[in-house]
């Protein structure tokens, strides 16, 4: 069993910033990546950011500059920093873990967490 757990999403000001983590618990043996998703209403889910188990970072280019994606090993927790936050990043975000080595294998999803920026 694999489970990920998300928090740190809520309603924040356009201008702010918050912090997403994601806590990886179970018997994941290998993770190819790591990354954050994001779902808005009407919209398709989409890449926010991503980092593969040999430290590579993806961006969307809708957040890059402005988000930041980093790992603690040792606590099996992924982060996605996020500043300069805007209406359009109002979504449900997901934490994604692809598991395998070398190539992609089985994907496991967190529930979501609701970030809303609004004034």
């Known amino acids: 069993q694999v489970t990920l757990v998300e928090s740190g999403g809520g309603l924040v000001q356009p201008g702010g910033s918050l912090r997403l983590s994601c806590v990886v618990s179970?018997?994941?043996?290998?993770?190819?990546?790591m990354g954050w998703y994001r779902q808005a209403p009407g919209k398709q889910r989409e890449l926010v950011a991503a980092v593969t188990g040999g430290g590579t970072t993806n961006y969307a280019d809708s957040v890059k500059g402005r988000s930041t994606i980093s790992r603690d090993n040792a606590k099996n927790t992924v982060y996605l920093q996020m500043n300069s936050l805007k209406p359009e990043d109002t979504a449900v975000y997901y934490c994604?873990?692809?598991?395998?080595?070398?190539?992609?294998?089985?994907?496991?999803w967190g529930q979501g967490t609701q970030v809303t920026v609004s004034s």
């Open positions: 994604n873990v692809k598991s395998g080595f070398g190539m992609p294998g089985r994907d496991y």
């Open positions: 179970g018997s994941l043996f290998s993770i190819y990546a």
